[in-house]
């Protein structure tokens, strides 16, 4: 049996690599059709030399992408069938059975396929950025990004690794459950820590400053139900000069952080629309109705774990021990993208669904939807973003719908308003 589940995870590798080709070819070849001259829906909203970079913009990140996609699929293919990981897993174990050790090991390879992926990333943001004018970060703030990176992984995954192979050995057949419920557990503390402790580590954040902006935001949220303990600004700019807005934090720690990027490219008006849009997500539920999919998500990854750890046939085919629980999460958790790819579309449903409610909630909360649709306007063109994309790759890779459905949904809600 060994052989021939090797030989479908193989297949399983190649296909997900074929679509993810072809869906790139797709959506080359969709852009290419409109980029002769600027679609009349863009008409008067984005200059010809602006469409025309946009364009180039996605076609060279579409190239970019399709070299990075063949050199994960081999790293991840040598990685399976190589024998490499359980020579590794050999070389840390040794005699011994140690759970530190195990957890050592399984950190080890993570940070190990992790420097696979350093040129690519180097390259996107000293040449690709740099290229289209988006790049503003330096090559020291770039390597200490990725050593901090490093230690946190060590300060929090180690520990957290120890202690779900801990409850492996403590609570026999039923510790993927239990495992599960740490891992949930840690989510929401660091969601409530991030903010404080780990995001300040690489993004300075300042309070908004007193004035009209503030006093504006303050009242929205004020009419809107909404109470965050602040409104920061992330120094975004530090790294790029793309922009966004988002929601972190808990309870009464929660806030929401725009880009500096964000507060000089928009209006006043525009902004309220963009924080309006944010409080509609909250008040609709989307973060805890994500939050337990997510939750939902990575319980069949446990199962799987405790199953396939007693199972010969898995643990054997790929060259470790059977009963080792450190090898079955490592697999798992290597092989989950071989069957989450092809869920994405499903879950980008949901969350496409949850951008047109959040904009409806916004338009609603300011009586009009122009501000927003003058938001995303411009955000879609200082972002370069994709205005044409084929609806097969926006399906598979876009959690929000297109510039073009939102501002159509968003002007039929206003019809409906009137």
Not at 84 to 113: D, K, N, T
Request: charged letters at 15%; glycine letters at 6%.
């Amino acid at each position: 049996m060994a052989p021939i589940f090797i030989i479908v995870c193989a297949l399983l590798i190649g296909a997900k690599w074929g679509a993810q080709m072809v869906l790139e070819w797709v959506n080359r070849q969709h852009v290419k059709a409109h980029s002769s001259a600027v679609p009349v829906a863009f008409a008067g909203i984005i200059t010809p030399e602006n469409y025309a970079k946009a364009v180039n913009y996605t076609l060279a990140k579409s190239r970019f992408e399709m070299v990075q996609l063949t050199w994960s699929s081999l790293v991840l293919a040598v990685a399976l069938f190589s024998g490499v990981l359980p020579a590794i897993y050999r070389s840390f174990h040794g005699e011994s059975a140690s759970i530190w050790i195990g957890g050592a090991f399984l950190l080890s390879v993570g940070l190990l396929l992790s420097i696979f992926d350093l040129p690519f990333d180097w390259y996107s943001q000293f040449c690709l950025e740099e290229r289209f004018g988006f790049n503003t970060t330096t090559l020291s703030t770039w390597i200490a990004d990725r050593l901090k990176g490093v230690v946190l992984a060590c300060a929090l995954g180690y520990p957290l690794i120890v202690l779900i192979l801990k409850l492996a050995a403590w609570l026999g057949s039923s510790w993927w459950f239990w495992a599960w419920v740490c891992m949930i557990v840690f989510q929401l503390v660091l969601m409530v820590v991030a903010p404080v402790l780990i995001m300040p580590l690489f993004n300075k954040f300042t309070a908004l400053p007193d004035g009209a902006l503030r006093d504006a935001l303050f009242a929205l949220g004020e009419k809107a139900g909404f109470r965050a303990r602040d409104i920061q600004v992330m120094d975004g700019s530090k790294r790029s000069r793309h922009s966004n807005a988002f929601f972190t934090g808990l309870g009464k720690f929660r806030k929401i952080v725009l880009f500096d990027t964000l507060v000089e490219q928009l209006e006043q008006d525009e902004l309220e629309s963009v924080l309006a849009h944010e409080i509609g997500h909250f008040k609709k539920g989307h973060i805890p109705k994500m939050m337990a999919l997510s939750f939902l998500g990575t319980l069949p990854f446990f199962y799987l774990a405790a199953v396939l750890a007693k199972s010969p046939w898995f643990l054997n085919g790929f060259g470790f021990p059977t009963g080792g629980i450190a090898p079955a999460l490592l697999l798992i958790s290597l092989l989950a993208g071989l069957v989450t790819f092809w869920l994405s579309p499903i879950f980008h449903i949901l969350s496409r669904r949850h951008e047109y409610e959040a904009d409806a909630f916004a338009a609603h909360l300011l009586k009009r939807h122009q501000p927003l649709i003058t938001a995303l306007r411009k955000l879609n063109e200082k972002n370069l973003s994709n205005l044409t994309p084929h609806p097969f790759y926006s399906g598979f890779y876009y959690s929000h719908p297109t510039f073009l459905e939102r501002e159509a949904a968003l002007a039929a809600g206003q019809t409906r308003l009137n």
